[in-house]
Nanobody
């Protein structure tokens, strides 16, 4: 299993970023996928998940209404669209499936 995140960077409060996670080594189109994050000095926390079909989505309360998870099974990629970013969204963002995690991508929200 290989998961490679990209798209992180610096954004201003209220701004947007789109994260991508390219997956390989397993049958992506059959797999539920998830995003998590770990902020400075914080525990790693669940952010969002999407079913294999894309028909079901789940969000942490802290991001509901601001973040959108999606997937493209033809590209073996899962996305996290992050809008109306807040300072507290600063974290390393990871995609994962089961016990397999990517290396993470840093998102920094700062004015």
């Amino acid at each position: 299993v290989q998961l490679v995140e990209s798209g992180g960077g610096l954004a201003q409060p209220g701004g947007s970023l789109r994260l991508s996670c390219a997956a390989s080594g397993f049958t992506f189109s059959s797999a539920d996928m998830s995003w998590a994050r770990q902020g400075p000095g914080k525990e790693r926390e669940f952010v969002a998940a999407i079913s294999w079909s894309g028909r079901e989505e789940y969000y942490a309360d802290s991001v509901k209404g601001r973040f959108t998870i999606s997937r493209d099974n033809a590209k073996n990629t899962v996305y996290l669209q992050m809008n109306r970013l807040k300072l507290e969204d600063t974290a390393v963002y990871y995609c994962y499936i089961g016990a397999d995690w990517g290396q993470g991508t840093q998102v920094t929200v700062s004015s």
